[in-house]
């Protein structure tokens, strides 16, 4: 079992920067990819980012690529979203989300585990 906490979400403006956190419990953080998703009011769950188990491998959304970087520190079981550049339509609640699958994945169906979201508004 592992639990997911995340926090950093907040009011920012256009060409902002925000970092994300996302803290697991369990001891076997270290054995699972982690995911960044995202979802606006009125839209479906989207794909951000996922890292692998060592965070040696990364991939991310078109739509934030260049502008987001993830990474996580399994010492400290946590797995973190640098967001730079923001823009309005970042404007959305942010799941962290831990998946078996070694690189991650960008469906949400592979993910087991859920945080519960923190929320990031972009104004222009």
């Known amino acids: 079992q592992v639990q997911l906490v995340e926090s950093g979400g907040g009011l920012v403006q256009a060409g902002g920067s925000l970092r994300l956190s996302c803290a697991a419990s369990?001891?076997?953080?270290?054995?699972?990819?982690m995911g960044w998703f995202r979802q606006a009011p009125g839209k479906e769950r989207e794909f951000v980012a996922a890292?692998?188990?060592?965070?040696?491998?990364?991939y991310y959304a078109d739509s934030v690529k260049g502008r987001f970087t993830s990474s996580r520190d399994n010492a400290k079981n946590t797995v973190y979203l640098q967001m730079n550049s923001l823009k309005p339509e970042d404007t959305a609640v942010y799941y962290c989300?831990?998946?078996?699958?070694?690189?991650?994945?960008?469906?949400?169906?592979?993910?087991?585990?859920w945080g519960q979201g923190t929320q990031v508004t972009v104004s222009s």
């Open positions: 890292i692998s188990w060592s965070g040696g491998s990364t």
């Open positions: 369990g001891r076997t953080f270290s054995s699972y990819a």
């Open positions: 989300a831990a998946s078996p699958i070694n690189g991650g994945s960008s469906w949400y169906t592979e993910y087991d585990y």
